[in-house]
């Protein structure tokens, strides 16, 4: 009888163990979800894209760019949003491949200063409020764009 309550005992301090060990580590129980799941998969992604490029095409401070203006009439929108969304997705963990030019390549002859890429991130800003984006999403997405000025921002 002793013996048996004694190993009643026992089973329940490793049981607790386990417990323990799986809530505290991020590693086991808790594994942190991607952004990209975080931000619900591939379809919530391109509604978000879908929603910020339709702002930049109408942006008066972009389209006073001759290079971004001419750029714009030039390349189908429809084009873009799929590039910028599989580019976003790839970026925040998802199974999407982007298969298009370096943000370099992309980029370089916009001349993009440093005034439109604010205004750029300002209209971003607007799109992920718009859909209600948590703020931790949020934040990690305005980090992850940030990643990409020097490429894109004329030295
Ligand atoms: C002020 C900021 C930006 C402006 C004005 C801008 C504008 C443009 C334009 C006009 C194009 C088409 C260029 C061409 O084919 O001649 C383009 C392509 C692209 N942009 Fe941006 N962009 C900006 C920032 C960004 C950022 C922050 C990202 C990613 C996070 C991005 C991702 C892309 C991608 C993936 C493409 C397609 C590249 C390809 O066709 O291979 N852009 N952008």
Redesign the pocket.
């Known amino acids: 009888m002793r013996t048996d309550t004694r190993k009643q005992h026992w089973t329940f301090c490793l049981f607790a163990l386990i417990a323990a060990a799986l809530w505290s580590s991020p590693g086991l129980a808790q594994e942190k979800k991607s952004l990209y799941e975080r931000l619900g998969g591939v379809y919530a992604i391109a509604t978000v894209v879908d929603d910020f490029i339709e702002r ?1 095409l109408v942006n008066k401070t ?1 389209n006073a ?1 001759p ?2 203006k001419a ?2 009439s ?2 189908p929108k429809a ?2 949003k799929f ?2 969304t ?3 997705a790839q ?1 925040t963990g998802g199974p999407e491949k ?1 298969a ?2 370096t ?1 370099v ?3 370089g ?2 001349n ?1 200063t440093e005034k ?2 604010g ?2 991130v300002a209209e ?1 800003k607007k799109t992920l409020k718009k859909f209600k984006v948590p703020q931790a999403e949020q934040d990690e997405l305005i980090a ?2 940030a990643t ?2 020097g490429d ?2 004329k030295k």
Do not use: C, D, Q
Request: aromatic share 10%; proline share 0%; glycine share 6%.
């Open positions: 930049l972009l760019n290079a971004i750029a714009r030039r390349v084009g873009l590039s910028v599989a580019f976003v970026a982007y298009g030019r943000m390549a992309a980029h002859h916009l993009i439109e890429w205004v750029m971003f992850l764009l990409t000025k894109i921002v």
